[in-house]
């Protein structure tokens, strides 16, 4: 087992104990935390949940939701920061594949630190990482 990398959706419907998950990746997910392995936020998934609370989309409190648990040191999430090396694996996501940017950064994310995706995203999920779902 290793740690994984998270995208927005997925770690919000693995919080929320949501049937939206599938199965494989909720499992991947807990056997990962009872490994000891962490499962890194993209930063950019904070950004993101900020966006669609302001279009609505989204509860307000599905932000600070993700927030507490992240600043919780035994939850096992870990914020994975936009740097140099998550900025420089971007140019290694095709932009034909996986056109929105937060979505690259995500899985660009995902191959820097080198470990899987958990994403439901038909475009990531065609990227050239690996993704479970």
Request: include cysteine; hydrophobic fraction near 45%.
């Amino acid at each position: 087992m290793s740690s994984l990398v998270v995208d927005t959706h997925a770690i919000l419907w693995y919080l929320g104990d949501s049937k939206r998950l599938s199965q494989a990746a909720a499992s991947r997910m807990s056997a990962s935390l009872k490994g000891g392995y962490p499962l890194y936020v993209p930063s950019i998934c904070l950004v993101e949940l900020t966006y669609l609370v302001e279009k609505g989309r989204l509860v307000p409190e599905a932000r600070s939701f993700l927030c507490d648990r992240l600043l919780d040191p035994g939850s096992g999430l870990l914020l994975a920061r936009l740097d140099y090396g998550v900025a420089e694996a971007v140019e290694r996501i095709p932009r034909d594949q996986v056109p929105e940017m937060p979505d690259r950064i995500i899985a660009a994310t995902a191959l820097y630190l080198q470990v899987p995706l958990v994403s439901c995203d038909l475009s990531i999920r065609n990227a050239p990482i690996s993704v479970v779902w």
